[in-house]
């Protein structure tokens, strides 16, 4: 089942703070966030796992409520090459049956 | 270290024709997934294989497309017969675990219209 995503999309001036939101209906076990800009492929940003472990490599932070199923991706002072679609991305806990969410569509202006 | 590559990046076909994509993961990565991404939607699986063998299927139409993975590295992924709602970005995606949620990693994608 697809996981939902809030905004659907946003709308930021330079340096200004955006929330993106994730959640399921069903148990999670990991979740993914990428980007894509457009006419590009998904880049990986961020996983986090459940039990706290987080793996990432950008200067973005995220959170993982496991009781609510939930998880925000927090980009701060956003810069332009910021913009881009944010889509989450779930798992069944054993790397398998991967669905990604519909995506939030950022817009980060001069 | 080489990306994940795919080929061809465009192709135009008719409805009823059948097209192959191509896609190589990088070196040494175990699993191998290929999405269908129509445009101002997420990618959707259509098939993970581990290794050669295939993991999730599920929501691969079986009655036009098939894909495989020859030797565990490179993958092809064929349409016949193509229908016009096939108009999309083919991604190929590699892992380099195994059983583990970890980072994927994407081609550039192949961007099929069917007219």
């Known amino acids: 089942q697809q996981p939902v995503q809030s905004p659907q999309a946003v709308i930021l001036r330079e340096g200004e703070d955006a929330v993106i939101n994730c959640s399921s209906s069903k148990a999670l076990y990991s979740v993914h966030w990428y980007r894509q800009k457009h006419g590009e492929a998904p880049v990986f940003l961020m996983i986090l796992l459940k039990g706290g472990e987080q793996k990432g490599h950008e200067k973005i932070s995220a959170s993982f409520n496991e009781k609510k199923q939930q998880s925000s991706l927090y980009l701060t002072a956003s810069q332009l090459s910021y913009s881009g679609t944010y889509f989450c991305?779930?798992?069944?806990?054993?790397?398998?049956?991967?669905?990604f969410g519909p995506g939030t569509r950022l817009s980060v202006l001069p | 270290e080489a990306g994940v590559a795919q080929s061809p990046r465009y192709k135009i076909i008719e409805k009823r024709q059948s097209v192959a994509f191509w896609c190589n993961p990088i070196s040494g990565h175990a699993t191998l997934y290929w999405y269908q991404q129509i445009l101002g939607q997420g990618p959707k699986l259509l098939i993970q294989?581990?290794?050669?063998?295939?993991?999730?299927d599920s929501q691969l139409p079986k009655d036009r497309f098939s894909a495989e993975r020859l030797k565990g590295v490179d993958s092809t992924l064929k349409i016949q017969p193509a229908k016009l709602e096939d108009s999309a970005v083919y991604l190929c995606?590699?892992?380099?675990?195994?059983?583990?949620?970890?980072?994927?990693?994407f081609g550039p994608g192949t961007r099929l219209t069917v007219t």
């Open positions: 991305g779930t798992e069944n806990g054993y790397g398998q049956n991967f669905v």
């Open positions: 995606a590699s892992s380099p675990r195994v059983g583990l949620p970890y980072e994927q990693y």
């Open positions: 294989f581990q290794n050669n063998g295939v993991v999730d």
